[in-house]
């Protein structure tokens, strides 16, 4: 675990819901727009023994047991019932104990992964945001592209599109899947990317399209993620 705190989904389909976020240590993706580079490596020397000491945006980290995370997650939770699971990749890891303890303890699980590794576990929520063509050339996994209930792409350049539309139309997803289109680093040409992606696509809503005559199928809702 590198962080731990009570917050509200600021991205994607669950934007405004109150989440507890775990950060998980941990990720060899390489992505060079990454916000969150201090999560890369598990350098043993940054190992803390408290969950305390690991806290913020920093390279430390802490192991807990999946009853250790579900207690700290209980102690900032309040009245929040949805549980966050980031990274780093939180895939690199097996989720099925801390999914459990999670759902036993009343709390419902959204996880963010890059759809590079085999997903174990079976969260409320899985948002998968494809990163293709990265350093480290991973390849995308099509049965975690499958379950995922929301594709989140993030887009730099009108090349992406084209990129979006080959994995929507090569990879199978689910009848109900969402696809958000998220500018990087909201960039002012990123963004007008997205928005003219997005309202070409539709009838005239800015969120809530149908891009079945881009893909040649349905793969559910684009928004425009910001």
Request: proline letters at 6%; a positive charge.
């Amino acid at each position: 675990v590198n962080n731990l705190y009570a917050t509200i989904q600021g991205e994607g389909v669950q934007t405004g819901i109150p989440m507890v976020l775990l950060r998980l240590q941990g990720c060899d993706i390489g992505c060079p727009f990454c916000d969150t580079k201090e999560t890369w490596e598990m350098d043993p020397a940054e190992q803390r023994d408290r969950l305390e000491e690991a806290l913020g945006a920093n390279r430390r980290f802490v192991f807990l047991s999946p009853a250790r995370i579900t207690e700290s997650v209980r102690s900032v939770a309040r009245r929040i019932r949805w549980v966050l699971i980031t990274g780093g990749e939180p895939a690199r890891f097996d989720l099925r104990p801390l999914l459990s303890s999670l759902r036993e303890a009343g709390f419902r699980s959204a996880v963010e992964t890059s759809g590079t590794y085999p997903l174990f576990g079976n969260p409320d929520w899985l948002c998968v945001s494809p990163k293709y063509k990265m350093p480290e050339k991973r390849h995308l996994e099509p049965n975690v592209l499958s379950l995922a209930h929301e594709l989140k792409f993030l887009v730099g350049k009108k090349s992406d599109l084209r990129l979006i539309d080959l994995i929507l139309k090569q990879y199978e997803t689910r009848s109900d899947v969402q696809v958000c289109l998220q500018p990087i680093s909201l960039s002012r040409s990123a963004t007008r990317i997205c928005l003219d992606a997005v309202i070409q696509s539709t009838t005239g809503m800015v969120r809530g399209v149908d891009a079945s005559e881009r893909t040649g199928k349905d793969p559910g809702i684009w928004y425009l993620c910001q």
